[in-house]
């Protein structure tokens, strides 16, 4: 057992005595089922964060009655790991994962994860699983921090005790095609005073009967409408959603607290204003889509988000019509902008923004 000292919270780690990675086809990887050597964690005990770990990946042993288990107090995090041809270790925007995280921590009434446990936890991940960021084009580490109650307690209160940990997974290509969303008119994810804009599991939990429905009727996701009326446009399960509307890009604006802030929207958005395309972030009507869909002015629609990137949307299922949108090849404003954010990604471009973060090696 070594420990990495740091400035308040030392790491022991407890290396794997022969890595796995020799059984992993790079070649075919699916999304999210391999998991790479380690993983990290941190205990938040009698008010205090402790215990910081980094430990080989596998099973951990909690008691039956821990709180997570039954009322939800469990929110998470998804972001991606890079490499880039001189072989360094990118992370894009990881602040943002932090910050988001904290947001969800106190709408669910858990206490923050230290920036140093989550910052100093993952880059230490990283070092020791630097092999497992596939440096193929298209593939990359899916890093998954969560967080979740542990006191052992039957009973509505906030837990007192949680376990924060990250594992990661090498990732392919999440969507092999342009995806096909049928617009919500029966069930709802997110309404005013909800707990939309947190990444907490419920949230997903009720999404999931949904979404078989909607596979049922050739769709591969739901784009969800605002819970109360069915009328505002919210956003597909793990992306954001962006229309081209007559040479605009809209997309729905998140001030109501019932849409996840994602990063790689926020990203899509200031790429659009640093290219002089024009772009709304406003309050959108689904009928507003279905009117310029009639007119002939929906020239694109695409999900947003970090394990798609960019996913092109093919057709918008509504009230029994099947809107169908152009060919991928004939999406200038998309293409360009998943390019964009692609290249910086790799630390393949200049990054304009300064959203690279290279992990010190
Ligand atoms: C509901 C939801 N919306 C949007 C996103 C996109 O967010 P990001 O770009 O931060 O991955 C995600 C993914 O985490 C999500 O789960």
């Not at 969800?104 to 140093?116: D, L």
């Not at 996913?311 to 200038?332: N, T």
């Amino acid at each position: 057992m070594e420990t990495l000292e740091t400035r308040e919270y030392p790491i022991r780690i407890n290396r794997i005595a022969k890595s796995r990675i020799e059984s992993v086809d790079f070649s075919k990887i699916p999304f999210g089922k391999v998991f790479s050597d380690h993983m990290f964690y941190a205990d938040y005990v009698n008010g205090k964060w402790t215990n910081a770990t980094i430990e080989p990946y596998g099973n951990i042993s909690f008691a039956p009655s821990i709180s997570g288990l039954h009322y939800g107090q469990l929110i998470f995090e998804g972001m991606k790991a890079y490499k880039n041809e001189a072989g360094d270790t990118l992370l894009f925007r990881p602040l943002m994962n932090y910050d988001r995280m904290v947001k969800s921590a106190k709408r669910m009434a858990m206490p923050a994860v230290p920036k140093e446990i989550f910052k100093e936890g993952l880059q230490e991940l990283l070092r020791l699983d630097n092999d497992w960021i596939p440096p193929r084009p298209g593939a990359s580490l899916y890093i998954r921090p969560f967080m979740f109650a542990t006191d052992e307690y039957v009973g509505i209160r906030p837990s007192e005790n949680y376990r924060f940990m990250i594992f990661t997974c090498p990732v392919g290509p999440y969507y092999d095609r342009p995806v096909k969303v049928k617009v919500a008119e029966k069930y709802v994810r997110a309404f005013e005073g909800g707990t939309g804009q947190a990444k907490t599991a419920g949230n997903y939990a009720a999404t999931l009967m949904p979404v078989i429905e909607a596979k049922e009727q050739g769709f591969d996701q739901i784009l969800w409408l605002d819970g109360c009326h069915f009328e505002e446009v919210h956003e597909i399960g793990t992306m954001n959603v962006f229309f081209v509307i007559d040479g605009t890009v809209v997309t729905p604006s998140t001030e109501k607290g019932t849409i996840l802030e994602g990063v790689t929207r926020d990203s899509v958005i200031k790429i659009f204003e640093h290219k002089g395309v024009p772009v709304e972030v406003r309050p959108l009507k689904i009928a507003e889509v279905v009117e310029a869909h009639e007119k002939g002015l929906l020239h694109d629609a695409f999900g947003a988000g970090t394990a798609a990137t960019i996913a092109h949307i093919s057709e918008i299922g509504y009230k029994g019509k099947h809107m169908i949108l152009p060919d991928v090849k004939d999406r200038p404003i998309s293409n360009m902008v998943k390019e964009e954010l692609i290249n910086i990604k790799r630390g393949r471009t200049a990054d304009p923004f300064d959203w690279i973060y290279t992990v010190p090696a």
